[in-house]
């Protein structure tokens, strides 16, 4: 620009300073020439004449220009970009200076430059202000650093052995698990300086099998025989400290990053062993056995890790440190995380765990980590660990919160699960838990699957939040127990294993009664036309009653939901009546039975098939007690429901409008309609035959709306009373 390169040129003239800080112009001749005219591009500054003691309304007495004094942004400006400083500008004023031509010649250079500078500065505007820093703490740090290292390694091969007659297999497995918790605390003095303590467990493991298979001739023998030994070795290393000195340090530049380095010491340690021996076919007999190997003593080797300083803090919070890092050579992981504070409150929060029952054994409790999950209708335990870094007794209040049903709403409004209030005595740590009943929560409100909750606990002390941590709650609904009914088997529920898998991410599980014989096997008729003997319906009971208990120890769930097809239903009414649990959270084992086609009234088909059968001595169990008469006993007998939600869904084909084995009520082909919704409050039925009833349409239509909300009306996420131990 124009005018920026005027003045850059004149700055670039050799200008000696002045008497006033000021350049004076010379050339190679001499003085400048005093020019007289007015120049009304410039306004020349005379700041005696203006300030000093021969001012006055009459202006300068000296020069004929008006006084102009520059405004003070621009003064400063000027006097940083020249060199020169304000005490310089200001000296222009002094009233004992008197203005001379020389003097002001000098000076009209000033307005201009002062302008261009203006102008540059305008085109060319100074950085923005960096964001402000946080204030420094000079305290130390306090919190929790966990470091976890695990090793795993597998050898497997196979020689040929010495003779050339047979193969020799060796398998070996190492396992190494060790896991420390750091605990960091800021020292009394408030130096800036921590110490810290781990309490740490290791486990080495090592097994070895060899085994050796030889084809050779004994004496006195034509053919060769299998010879064979086995040789397992085993070796045991633990140690486990409660509490011992460690190493801790945090390095951190201007810019927040920063790194977190720790050693823990070695560790006692006692290694165990056994060996055994098994041995066959040898020509003369050897008898193997197994040894113990003496206990010993040791040290462990000492851990040193330390992050890679990619880690940075915010700079507006440099005082709260929370992350974690892993890092993977060969075979072995080490993973550090850490929450760290300084300069805060003295409670914070150290972890967040959830578990639930082992099932059978109630009151046994198992953690629940992010690779595996609970299920609907189970009772978890919310453990949550606070700190007291302080050397007093902290008292405030725990919240926990469940943040999964937002969906981007104020944080501030999530659901609130529980607050308890707590204290922690000076320097120690404490578990605040509770109980809460998870039934219904694997579903939203609008019947949208939710497989996460997003569970928060929270400190607040003087209704200010102090410190908070989240943790993310894997959950699956009930597994679904499919009972088939008369002249069918497992195989019909076949693609419902997928449906559910398509429905519901978190892991929804469907057990159909017979897929794994061993575990419960029914017996209702292979078909129509077979008049082969068949279980009772009491018999179909107990086989249902050991796959369910096989589904719940597989899922590890304590209550579960059954779909039941034409003559499962009566079983499932039979074994709930029988056999069915109530267990301590006052729930039953079973939620919801849904019956599809069930006869609970019998059948007119089946007096007319099963009457010349049993006229000739040849009883079928599944077609006898589906007659009316054999099923209104059954009525009177079985009638409890302990509390399990019914629902019955009746078939009502237009095809088969026609009357069906004398009876002139609508039905499915088998069935009447008002004997398959009995006395059910809760009923549905389709336009459908009883042999189509397990389609993906009475899937959508009748056992999804049934299964995807809070059982019995009960408010979701209800806190219960603590459980008694017991086994089921």
């Known amino acids: 620009m124009a005018i920026r390169a005027s003045w850059e040129a004149a700055a670039s003239d ?51 220009w008006p006084a102009w004094t520059p405004p003070g942004p621009i003064v400063a400006r000027f006097a940083g970009a020249s060199g020169g400083s304000a005490a310089a500008m200001r000296a222009w004023s002094t009233p004992d200076r008197q203005c001379s031509r020389e003097s002001m010649s000098k000076l009209r250079l000033i307005p201009s430059l002062a302008f261009g500078l203006m102008l540059t500065s305008a085109a060319n505007p100074p950085p923005p202000a960096a964001a402000p820093l946080a204030a420094k703490c000079v305290r130390g740090w306090s919190g929790s650093v966990q470091f976890t ?28 698990d060790y896991s420390a918790l750091i605990t960091v605390r800021e020292t009394p ?27 050779l001739m004994c004496s006195g023998e034509r053919q060769p025989r299998t010879m064979s ?48 021996s098994s041995y066959s076919g040898q020509c003369k007999p050897k008898e193997g056995g197994s040894t113990t190997v003496p206990v010993s003593y040791g040290r462990t080797d000492p851990i040193s890790f330390s992050t890679d300083g990619s880690h940075r803090a915010p700079l507006s919070n440099l005082d709260h440190l929370s992350n974690s890092y892993s890092k993977t050579y060969g075979n072995i992981t080490d993973t550090l995380r850490w929450n760290l504070r300084r300069c805060g409150s003295p409670l914070r929060m150290v972890d967040l765990k959830f578990e639930d029952m082992k099932f059978p054994n109630w009151e046994e409790w198992r953690e629940i980590t992010p690779q595996n999950r609970t299920i609907d209708g189970n009772i978890v335990k919310m ?128 057990f159909a009664v017979g897929e794994r014989p061993e575990k419960g096997k029914m017996d209702m008729g292979e078909s129509a036309t077979s008049f082969k003997p ?19 120890e597989f899922s590890n769930a304590w209550h579960v939901d059954i779909v039941a097809h034409t003559m499962g239903g009566l079983v499932a009414r039979q074994y709930i009546h029988q056999s069915m649990p ?26 007319i098939m099963s009457a ?48 069906r084995c004398y009876s002139m009520e609508s039905h499915d082909g088998f069935t009447p309609v008002p004997s398959q919704l009995w006395t059910i409050a809760d009923t549905a039925r389709m336009n459908i035959a009883y042999d189509e009833m397990a389609s993906g349409g009475v899937f959508g239509y009748f056992v999804l709306p049934r299964v995807r909300r809070a059982p019995d009306g009960r408010e979701r996420g209800q806190v219960i009373e603590p459980p008694t131990r017991r086994r089921f």
């Open 14 to 64: 050799p200008l000696p300073m002045g008497s006033h800080g000021l350049a004076s112009r010379k050339s190679g001749r001499g003085p400048a020439r005093k020019s007289t005219r007015r120049n009304p591009g410039i306004t020349p500054i005379c700041h005696p004449c203006v300030e000093g003691r021969h001012s006055g309304d009459q202006g300068c007495p000296h020069a004929p």
């Open 534 to 552: 068949t279980k009772t319906i009491s018999q179909n009971a107990a086989e249902l009653a050991s796959y369910i208990r096989y589904a719940q």
């Open 229 to 276: 030994g086995s040789f397992t070795t085993k070796r045991e290393t633990r140690a486990e400290t409660p509490g011992v000195p460690a190493t801790f340090g945090v390095t951190m530049s201007s810019n927040g990053a920063y790194s977190i380095g720790i050693t823990l010491p070695s560790l006692h340690s006692t290694s165990t062993g056994s060996n055994s």
């Open 383 to 510: 453990k949550a660990i606070v700190a007291n870094d302080s050397s007093e007794e902290q008292s405030a209040k725990l919240v926990f919160k469940d943040r999964s049903s937002l969906k981007g709403a104020d944080p501030r409004d999530a659901d609130l699960l529980k607050e308890i209030s707590f204290s922690v005595a000076a320097g120690e740590e404490k578990t605040v838990e509770f109980l809460w009943d998870s039934s219904g929560y694997a579903w939203f409100d609008s019947g949208q699957q939710r497989s996460r909750q997003i569970i928060k606990a929270e400190i607040w002390d003087k209704n200010k939040k102090i410190d908070d941590l989240e943790r993310n709650l894997n959950l699956a609904p009930r597994p679904l127990v499919l009972v088939h009914g008369y002249w069918t088997d497992w195989l019909m529920w076949r693609a419902w294993s997928s449906m559910l898998n398509d429905t519901h991410y978190g892991g929804w599980q469907a």
């Open 582 to 607: 109530i267990y301590p959270d006052r729930k039953p084992q079973v939620v919801h039975l849904m019956m599809m086609g069930t006869p609970n009234l019998g059948t007119p088909c089946a007096d």
């Open 189 to 215: 003095e408030r130096t800036g300086d921590s110490v810290a303590r781990a309490r740490a467990t290791s486990l080495l493991t090592f097994s070895e099998s060899r085994s050796s298979t030889d084809q």
């Open 149 to 176: 290292r695990k090793q795993t390694s597998s050898v497997s091969k196979s020689v040929p052995r010495i003779a050339g007659k047979g193969i020799q297999t060796t398998s070996s497995t190492t396992s190494y």
């Open 612 to 659: 010349p059968l049993e006229a000739v001595g040849k009883r079928v169990e599944a077609l006898r007690e589906m007659r009316t008469s054999v099923v209104a006993q059954f009525n009177k007998q079985i009638f409890e429901r302990k509390g399990v939600e019914f629902s019955a869904l009746a078939g009502a084909s237009s095809i088969l409008s026609l009357p």
